[in-house]
């Protein structure tokens, strides 16, 4: 790192109240934790940024604590109130946009206007949310019982925990943050160990809001390790977990919640495809695919990583995809030329050069990439594999750049392929032909919780809810109803009349 690049991370991490060390847990009062020293580093240079010590179990229950005393007080605010103090928080986020993505891009190594983007995306969540503060609809009904009223209504739940992932490490807050508070709850969150640094200033940033509005603490930050995750996901007082992550920690949280009866929203893993025909713009598909596949270094959920194309188009396409792909600037993701940035860790590295190896050993040709690069930090290669549905590792999710390149003959044959992944979170065709697209859409198309035509499989837009099916656990966040979660439901049956008549013509008739 230069001592120019030093000196401008230090001025972002002074500005957003970040110190060389920090404490790792907040209940309306930073706690001064005495756990495990973790420091995060900035990937394009393996440097450190700043550490935080992690808080244990006893730092948890204190949080636990003044959660549940936070939702009891916030749960009597009116909703539109409530609201008002999401509207006050999307101003902050507002304020500290610039270094709030220019820290998304030092700790997770996101290029800046994905940095900025991410940030952007809280923002967008505070002005939904808001407006959603005075849309908590319950419907009315007719009571089939003369002089009765029936009706439902929704409640605030509880203290809500909160696991995020390091590809997305504040936008995903947001989603649930700002949803949950007009929803009348309170939060624990436990972010990635990867990135401690972008969670502190965020939970800085909505102090600041709660304390300019004597609101309680409902947001409240627990950096820890599994263990600490674990209390937490068991703890009866956390009505709802909502956990983005792998696969394999989604099995884990979902055992556990669900040990307790409790209740949670999982955003885990995909494999996402995308199938071009031949009466497809082909121009505009490879701009998307480009994006989809290799934005964000390959490690978005929605990341596209497995490419269909139709026998007529394949040998023209892979072509302009190899000499496009070879073309992406690979580099420090601070500098604004920059289209990939590295990878998130050293573990990330070698997970991907061991699929490398995997993809050989099964038979796949590698179109182009393939490797790390030889400088500080931990970039790879943008990569492209020729590869059959036969193989194993297709299946499975590498969260690195890699893409795997199909050829199908008929739509149904590609369309089958395509959906026979554990996987279903987004998907996208690319055609002109209104047939195509609506098969494509239809009930026996894709099996995805995103399904697009002719926009590719990243970079979803918060107004519809966002999720998928299968083993990315069919949570939804975000837009359209998915408000519901975050709150109880209850059915309101009021007898305003002088008889008592029963349901379903039951009688019982008791002198009284
Ligand atoms: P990860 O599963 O390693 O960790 C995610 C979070 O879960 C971290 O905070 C981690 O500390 C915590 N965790 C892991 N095991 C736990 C346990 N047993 N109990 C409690 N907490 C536990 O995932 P990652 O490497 O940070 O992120 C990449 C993964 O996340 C990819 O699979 C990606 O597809 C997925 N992801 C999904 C979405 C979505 O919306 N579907 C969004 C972003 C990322």
């Avoid at 594999?385 to 969260?399: K, Q």
């Amino acid at each position: 790192m230069t001592v120019e690049t030093t000196t401008h991370a230090e001025q972002i991490l002074r500005r957003l109240g970040i110190e060389a060390e920090n404490h790792g847990a907040f209940d309306g009062s930073w706690i001064a934790t005495s756990g495990e020293r973790i420091v995060s580093l900035n990937p394009a240079t393996g440097e450190p940024l700043a550490a935080v010590r992690t808080a244990s179990v006893e730092d948890y229950e204190r949080v636990a604590e003044s959660a549940t005393a936070a939702f009891r007080a916030w749960r009597t605010w009116p909703a539109p109130k409530r609201g008002e103090v999401v509207r006050q928080l999307g101003l902050e986020l507002r304020r500290h946009k610039e270094d709030l993505g220019a820290l998304v891009t030092l700790e997770v190594g996101k290029i800046k206007t994905e940095g900025l983007g991410e940030v952007q995306e809280m923002i967008d969540m505070c002005d939904l949310a808001v407006g959603m503060s005075r849309q908590l609809y319950g419907k009315t009904m007719h009571s089939e019982r003369p002089s009765h009223r029936m009706y439902e209504q929704w409640h605030p739940l509880g203290p809500v925990g909160i696991i995020t992932a390091f590809n997305f490490p504040v936008a995903v807050w947001a989603w649930n943050a700002a949803v949950a508070a007009v929803c009348g709850d309170s939060m624990i969150w436990k972010p990635s160990s990867e990135t401690p640094l972008t969670a502190l200033a965020v939970t800085r940033i909505a102090a600041r809001v709660l304390a300019a509005n004597d609101a309680p603490p409902v947001f409240n930050l627990i950096l820890a390790d599994r263990t600490v995750g674990k209390e937490m996901t068991a703890d009866r007082r956390v009505p709802l977990i909502s956990a983005t992550g792998s696969v394999t920690m989604g099995r884990a949280i979902g055992k556990a919640v669900s040990e307790r009866l409790g209740r949670s929203l999982l955003e885990l893993g995909g494999n996402n495809g995308v199938i071009i025909t031949e009466k497809a713009d082909l121009d505009l598909a490879l701009r998307a695919v480009l994006f989809a596949a290799f934005g964000t270094a390959g490690q978005r959920c929605t990341t596209a990583r497995r490419l269909f194309l139709q026998k007529g188009i394949a040998a023209e396409m892979k072509q302009r995809l190899i000499q496009a792909v070879r073309s992406i600037p690979v580099g420090d993701p601070m500098q604004d030329d920059v289209l990939m940035g590295p990878l998130v860790n050293q573990r990330a590295v070698d997970d991907m050069m061991q699929a490398i190896e995997t993809i050989r050993e099964q038979g796949g040709t590698l179109l182009t990439g393939g490797g790390r690069l030889d400088r500080p930090g931990f970039f790879v290669e943008p990569t492209v594999v020729e590869a059959t549905p036969h193989m194993p590792i297709t299946c499975e999710e590498t969260f690195a750049p890699i893409l795997y390149v199909f050829e199908f003959d008929e739509l149904d044959e590609a369309i089958e392929i395509h959906n026979s992944v554990p996987q279903g979170l987004s998907s996208a065709i690319f055609t002109l032909d209104l047939r195509e697209a609506e098969r494509f859409l239809a009930a026996t198309g894709s099996d995805c919780g995103i399904a697009n035509v002719n926009i590719a499989t990243s970079g979803a837009e918060i107004g519809g809810a966002f999720g998928g099916e299968k083993e990315t656990g069919g949570g939804r966040e975000a837009g359209s109803d998915a408000w519901k979660i975050y709150m109880r439901r209850q059915t309101n049956t009021v007898n305003w009349g002088t008889e008592m008549p029963l349901a379903q013509g039951v009688e019982f008739d008791v002198e009284a």
